[in-house]
């Protein structure tokens, strides 16, 4: 899978690949990553990538022309169009990034080009004939889109082959289909007892349907109480057992 970042600050992304657990995504081979700066795009001495907004107004806007010759080179270097590799822009007007577009992505052979905008935007004409997506991290406003690039490139990276050492831990990750989408239980490590605090006596016992559902119960008792929005799309999506409606009655 192949991504492009057009970023005015290449060097955030390209640190941000060479650490910790995804990095094994790049040094493998399943993601390919390069980094586009539109200020080499950009005509004149000073490289100039952003105006003053029309009518008025306080910050700066980025200009479509940078952006779109350096959208062009891209296209042009990978050999595609927008219909194989989208172009996705990260926006507080775009959907919210969530567990089922991060699949979705990662699903993607052609992989897209990431826009990570600055200032107060990026001109709406460069928006309308280019961006094929938008994505918000949440209702707040960032810096710039190198931040919501970066969480997208993690979520998509650790779901590619041998990112984690156990093939199955994105199954149990909050939000995952084997947890009908709700979130993951509690975990819990040596020393057994901890400042007076002990283990759950299900996670000691070594009995795999004992812990099975102690976790469920868990999972769905942690996801009333503070995502009930989750437990709602799991139950009109059938996704919830006549045991799992009775664990969140506490019938159990």
Not at 191 to 213: F, M
Request: negative net charge.
């Amino acid at each position: 899978m192949r991504i492009d970042v057009i970023t005015l600050f290449p060097e955030m992304i390209q640190s941000f690949i060479e650490q910790g657990v995804t990095r094994r995504a790049y040094d493998s081979g399943h993601m390919v990553l390069k980094c586009w700066n539109p200020r080499d795009f950009a005509d004149g001495n000073y490289r100039r990538v952003d105006d003053r907004p029309f009518g008025g107004g306080p910050g700066m806007v980025m200009l479509p022309e940078p952006l779109a010759a350096c959208l062009l080179a891209i296209r042009q270097e990978r050999a595609d169009d927008r219909h194989s590799a989208p172009l996705i822009y990260f926006s507080p007007t775009g959907e919210t990034l969530d567990q089922t577009l991060v699949r979705e992505s990662a699903a993607s052979a052609n992989g897209a080009v990431l826009l990570g905008g600055r200032y107060e935007g990026v001109d709406q004409r460069f928006i309308d004939a280019h961006v094929d997506r938008q994505i918000s991290l949440g209702d707040f406003v960032l810096s710039g889109g190198e931040l919501p690039a970066m969480a997208w490139l993690d979520a998509v990276a650790r779901l590619q082959p041998g990112v984690l050492n156990d093939s199955d831990s994105h199954a149990q990750d909050s939000f995952s289909p084997d947890l009908s989408g709700l979130l993951d239980s509690p975990h819990f490590t040596r020393p057994e007892v901890w400042q007076g605090v002990s283990t759950p006596p299900a996670l000691l016992s070594g009995h795999h349907a004992l812990i099975a559902d102690w976790r469920r119960t868990q999972s769905l008792q942690l996801t009333a109480a503070n995502r009930p929005d989750l437990i709602a799309k799991a139950r009109k999506a059938g996704l919830l057992s006549a045991k799992d409606e009775r664990i969140l009655a506490g019938k159990t």
